[in-house]
């Protein structure tokens, strides 16, 4: 790894690098799905060879995770178009420059990852300002949640939680107690993660083990509607799968939409959990 890169950067942290290379390649194309300047110039900061790593990641894999985070970013302006002042969490933002592609101007945005990983942020990114903070921790640990404004004269305020490229390395039971303290701390919140099925996770594992990229993944989601047993109020809102959209550059990939288990097998998944507290 090159020398910016901390000692304690390690395990599932590491996976911050792919996608990032991901959207640095992306921004040379004329068709780039995400236009991210700044993952080119911190690619630049590091001293890393994004080729390394994406030649040995399938095309079609690169722009459904492209797809996704368009996706996560389209839900996200939605959300803060029905809700201007609203509080926005990216759980495991590695170093992903979101905040800047769909601020407002009025949202309070919160970024949460590891130690390691906040402290490269603050590295390359520099530090926080009066709408946007830097949490360091796990989100497995509720602390963080205390620090997330209640909203003026304790009324609540509208909260979405978006997690990308995170939960799958999170055992099913860590999942389910995150999502009901999530739902505990803030009903009413919105939550939008992306997730594989459980054959991809398989598959994820055994491409892992072949090729030493990327970290062995635990938890898929078969169906979306899975979650709503696992709390009273949760509720599927909405889900998105990128194999079913009409993208010129998935087009090798058409003979997915007749194979289910595979059209299914990257999904983006939006919820609310339960009712806002009056």
């Known amino acids: 790894m090159p020398k910016l890169i ?4 390690s395990g599932v942290a590491e996976t911050l690098l792919i996608p990032l290379c991901v959207r640095a390649v992306e921004y040379q194309r004329a068709d780039a799905l995400i236009k ?3 993952a080119v110039e911190l690619v630049r900061q590091l001293g890393y060879d994004p080729t390394q790593v994406l030649a040995k990641i399938a095309e079609e894999t690169r722009v459904a995770k492209l797809l996704c985070a368009r996706q996560i970013d389209r839900c996200t302006q939605d959300f803060i178009r029905r809700c201007p002042q609203a509080v926005v969490v990216h759980i495991g ?3 992903d420059t979101r ?3 769909v601020d407002n101007g009025q949202v309070d945005w919160y970024d949460l990852d590891l130690p390691a990983v906040i402290d490269l942020r603050r590295m390359l990114l520099g530090g926080e300002s009066a709408r946007y903070h830097m949490l ?3 989100a497995l640990e509720a602390g963080w949640l205390e620090t997330l404004p209640s909203g003026a004269s304790g009324s609540p305020r509208p909260v979405m939680f ?3 490229g995170v939960l799958l390395y999170f055992e099913e039971a860590q999942v389910k107690t995150l999502v009901l303290t999530l739902q505990a701390h803030f009903p009413g919140a919105e939550l939008v993660f992306d997730a594989f099925s459980p054959f991809l996770i398989w ?10 990229v990327g970290t062995p993944a635990y938890w898929g989601l078969k169906r979306g509607k899975d979650l709503e047993s696992w709390g009273e109020g949760i509720r599927l809102l909405e889900e998105w799968f990128p194999y079913l959209i009409p993208e ?4 090798q990939m058409r003979w997915v939409r007749f194979m289910p288990l595979l059209t299914r097998s990257i999904g983006l998944f939006h919820y609310r959990l339960g009712e806002i507290a009056r």
């Open 248 to 251: 010129p550059r998935l087009r």
């Open 162 to 164: 978006l997690a990308e």
């Open 36 to 38: 991210d300047e700044k």
């Open 6 to 9: 901390p000692q304690n950067l």
């Open 136 to 138: 360091a921790g796990s």
């Open 99 to 101: 905040f800047e592609r």
């Open 93 to 95: 933002c590695g170093l």
């Open 203 to 212: 598959a994820n594992n055994l491409r892992v083990t072949r090729t030493h």
